[in-house]
């Protein structure tokens, strides 16, 4: 599959900038492998139909539904969307979690929380609804007031997205790896808030769709030094993984992941065009 480097290619005294830094930049990340995942960044995008019981299905990669399923949710009474626009994970959270359990679904832009109250309006059935609460906040600062008072949470953060700028000459002209370091310090702000958020025993599952070290194992290998009791959960001993969701969805998530330091990525040049997603799942220890 070609190689990955775990770091970001080094600068040479030409800066990396616009459609030839990018080449240059993910080239050397991928090495040989980079034609081909190029490649696939131009199929066309796979939906997975997700039914959650109201008016209306909700189409979203199988690979972002595969990335949701990895949050254990038995026995959870508290669980958060940190950064749930426009709301498909979400659906994959409210569909799935236990029947006294509440979910937090938040977006701190206003414009985007409309589009996910319309999407948990038209996607979930009332009895549902009433036990999914939306707000508006910015995420990173929410660990000022609140700590430890979430049983799970998903984050799903902001992220460079290189699937959408490989395809837009506008964004590909302005890329640039300040980018990905800005960032990278973003979701570090949203990971160490939705830690301190989180309770004693609890899980999170940590999601982009970036391509990049930065980004992925870069944000989580920052969480595993700062905070002691934070372990990152492996495949094997994940039992939940393969759930029955054939209630809600009937497409196929033959997915299988490739392992990278401490998550797995979906990519879309060996997944059947699904992905790209990164994921990890960590276990905050009682």
């Known amino acids: 599959m070609g190689k990955r480097l775990k770091s970001s290619p ?16 993910y080239s050397s990340l991928f090495g040989a492998r980079w ?4 490649k696939s960044l131009f199929s066309e995008p796979v939906y997975a139909e997700w039914k959650a019981g109201g008016t209306d299905s909700y189409f979203l990669d199988p690979a972002s539904v ?4 990895q949050l254990p949710l038995c026995g959870a ?23 006294n359990a509440v979910l937090v679904s938040n977006e701190r832009s206003s414009a985007r929380k409309q589009r996910l109250s319309a999407v948990c ?3 979930l059935p009332e009895d549902i609804q ?27 953060v902001p992220c460079s997205s290189e699937r959408h700028v490989i395809q837009d000459e506008k964004y ?30 609890g899980y999170i599952v940590y999601s982009t769709c970036a391509l990049n070290y930065a980004e992925n194992d870069g944000v989580i290998a920052r969480l595993v ?9 492996s495949f094997e001993e994940k039992v939940f993984l393969h759930e029955d969701i054939s209630a809600y969805c009937t497409d196929s998530l033959d997915l299988h992941p490739e392992k990278t330091e401490y998550g797995f990525h979906i990519l879309p040049d060996v997944q059947n065009g699904c992905g790209p997603i990164w994921f990890s799942l960590i276990h905050k220890k009682v």
Request: aromatic share 8%; hydrophobic share 40%; proline share 3%.
């Open 10 to 25: 080094k600068e040479t005294s030409v800066k990396l900038r616009g459609k030839d830094g990018f080449e240059t930049y």
């Open 35 to 38: 034609e081909h995942l190029k």
């Open 66 to 69: 595969f990335a949701a399923l």
């Open 77 to 99: 009474e508290s669980i958060l969307d940190l950064c749930a626009a426009p709301g498909g994970k979400t659906l994959v959270l409210a569909s799935r979690m236990p029947e």
């Open 121 to 123: 309006a038209s996607c």
């Open 130 to 156: 009433t036990r999914v609460k939306i707000s508006c906040s910015d995420g990173a600062k929410w660990c000022l007031t609140q700590t430890e008072c979430y049983d799970r949470i998903l984050l799903d």
């Open 172 to 201: 590909l002209g302005e890329w640039s790896p300040a980018r990905i370091k800005t960032l990278s310090m973003e979701q570090w702000a949203l990971l160490s808030s939705a830690y301190r958020l989180l309770k004693r025993g």
């Open 225 to 233: 030094k700062k905070f002691d009791d934070a372990e990152i959960v």
